[in-house]
């Protein structure tokens, strides 16, 4: 999955807000992270990511619902970095 793809995923359902969407959040995070072959990369398709969604953060962007949404899905790219990057088990330090 490529970061644009991925971006818009989210994007759309942040703009949905539904509770049973977060499991398709969390496979489009997967699949764009693991599409990069080194833990420093995926680690930093992260941070695109995180740098993506900063900018709809406004105080005035969207549905308190949507807000929050939009945390958990900041917080599972968060979870998510660390996880895959260079610092995960299975990796060397």
């Known amino acids: 999955m490529l970061r644009d ?3 818009r995923v989210l994007r759309t359902l942040i703009e949905k807000a539904q509770r049973e969407d977060l499991g398709t959040a969390q496979n489009a995070i997967l ?4 599409n ?12 695109d990511l995180l740098s993506d969604l ?6 005035d962007s969207g ?4 807000k929050a949404f939009r945390t958990v899905l900041v917080s ?3 979870r998510t970095k660390i996880t895959v990057g260079p610092g995960s088990p299975g990796h060397a330090r």
């Open 54 to 59: 900063a900018g709809e953060e406004r105080a």
């Open 76 to 78: 599972m790219i968060e």
């Open 36 to 47: 990069q072959s080194e833990p420093q990369a995926r680690a930093a398709a992260m941070d």
């Open 63 to 66: 549905s308190d619902i949507q």
């Open 5 to 7: 793809e991925c971006t």
């Open 31 to 34: 699949r764009f992270a693991m």
